[in-house]
């Protein structure tokens, strides 16, 4: 008796509870209503400023746009606190149950009212790991969600605005979110899909550094991340650029940066347009990543004569004593110099690098022609332990014979 008695007291608890304090939820409430509950927000009477509150939470998403032109508009600060709150309320309610469908339906093409989700699929790929991606700018970046970027001017545009407030939270030291360098990202891959690359180089300095890199090494989102990274490190153009976009990509342990590897070797053939340091990162990365149908990239680079155009700094009287690596040397006032091809010590240097990457894409057992090859995380090896002195001619050429005899049918 004593428990029923106890059960039938907790009800009526619950119910007198719901009665004084739940939110009233009106069937159909009409417009006059809802402005008369509104107008009772200003009223003199608590009591009347509390019921009115509790009906309008009651309300439902569908009346949310009558509510915001009234906020708009309201002067009384009690009226502003109040309907602030409710309209907050109403907003989460909507944007959770948004949320909820568009990551439910198995339709990759519906919007569900998110119609900045038919730029982001265009340009991350359309999959669940994209859609929860995509998400996580909507509390930061709401209109990048749900607005398209559908021209160029308005991927810049928001752009624009995702630097502006990176700018102002790296002057406010700390405000930092890595949102901004996913939003970024995004931006700058919806201005690519239209043939604009003109800031692309700029969010190297962002995508580099702490928190903005944060969302790159986040394995729930790895696919559609590397599908972005790989686009926008593609736009770049030149090797130092694309240098440093492998470097952030590698140290974020996205393995998509083979192609930009492959862009950044293929482009920079020619004495003209290739520098060493770049020429010998691109090549560690094929060593790591590089497949079968790279190899005919990576066999140019074994007869290349000449990687970079070798320059002595000018001003110091009787020029560089020692000359350059390769034993090149200009005088200042005099006439340049023949230079000797293929002896230069940073073109053998990528000649190696290049054997390297061939041997281990065939599966030749490298380590019997570089034996002293060091692994070192993340690039794939120290290049200091594989790369021969310019004298060691015969060893040279015995590791580029052993690698033709395979190649021949």
């Given at each position: ?52 509150t509790r009906q309008l939470n009651g309300l439902t998403a569908d009346q949310l746009g009558l509510l915001v032109d009234q906020l708009a508009m309201a002067t009384d600060p009690e009226v502003k606190v109040r309907l602030s709150g409710v309209v907050a309320k109403l907003k989460h309610e909507r944007q959770q149950n948004i949320i909820r469908i568009f990551l439910r339906d198995p339709d990759m093409s519906q919007t569900h ?197 070798e320059l002595t700094a000018l001003g110091f009287p009787g020029g560089l004593q020692g000359g350059l690596p390769g034993g090149f040397m200009e005088q200042p006032g005099q006439p340049p110099q023949p230079r000797p091809e293929g002896n230069s010590q940073r073109t053998l240097e990528v000649r190696d690098a290049a054997l390297l990457a061939c041997m281990r894409i065939t599966g030749m057992e490298y380590r019997n022609y ?40």
């Amino acid at each position: 008796m004593a428990g029923k008695r106890f059960l039938r007291t907790a009800c009526c608890a619950c119910l007198l509870w719901l009665a004084i304090f739940a939110p009233t939820r009106s069937e159909d409430p009409t417009r006059e209503t809802i402005l008369a509950w509104i107008a009772d927000l200003s009223s003199g009477e608590f009591a009347v400023r509390d019921r009115a509150t509790r009906q309008l939470n009651g309300l439902t998403a569908d009346q949310l746009g009558l509510l915001v032109d009234q906020l708009a508009m309201a002067t009384d600060p009690e009226v502003k606190v109040r309907l602030s709150g409710v309209v907050a309320k109403l907003k989460h309610e909507r944007q959770q149950n948004i949320i909820r469908i568009f990551l439910r339906d198995p339709d990759m093409s519906q919007t569900h009212e998110l119609e900045g989700w038919k730029t982001f699929s265009e340009v991350a790929g359309a999959n669940r790991s994209s859609k929860r991606l995509f998400l996580e700018l909507f509390d930061r970046y709401p209109e990048l969600v749900e607005k398209p970027l559908e021209s160029s001017q308005q991927a810049f545009d928001a752009s624009a605005v995702v630097s502006r407030s990176i700018q102002d939270s790296m002057i406010q030291l700390g405000d930092g979110d890595e949102v901004d360098g996913l939003a970024l990202l995004y931006c700058l891959c919806a201005m690519d899909a239209h043939g604009d690359q003109r800031m692309a180089s700029s969010a190297l300095r962002i995508l580099g550094r702490y928190p903005y890199n944060q969302m790159l090494r986040d394995p729930q989102a790895k696919r559609p991340m590397e599908v972005l990274v790989e686009r926008w490190a593609l736009s770049l153009q030149s090797g130092s650029d694309l240098t440093r976009a492998m470097l952030i990509m590698v140290e974020s342990e996205l393995t998509s940066l083979r192609r930009v590897a492959r862009k950044m070797l293929q482009d920079r053939q020619g004495p003209e347009r290739a520098d060493p340091e770049d020429v010998l990162i691109g090549l560690q990365m094929m060593f790591r990543f590089g497949q079968e149908e790279d190899l005919p990239i990576l066999e140019a680079w074994l007869d290349c004569t000449e990687v970079c155009v070798e320059l002595t700094a000018l001003g110091f009287p009787g020029g560089l004593q020692g000359g350059l690596p390769g034993g090149f040397m200009e005088q200042p006032g005099q006439p340049p110099q023949p230079r000797p091809e293929g002896n230069s010590q940073r073109t053998l240097e990528v000649r190696d690098a290049a054997l390297l990457a061939c041997m281990r894409i065939t599966g030749m057992e490298y380590r019997n022609y570089f034996p002293e090859l060091r692994t070192q995380e993340p690039r794939g090896y120290n290049p200091n332990t594989i790369l021969l002195p310019a004298d060691e001619k015969e060893l040279r050429q015995s590791r580029i014979d052993a690698w033709r005899a395979t190649r021949k049918p």
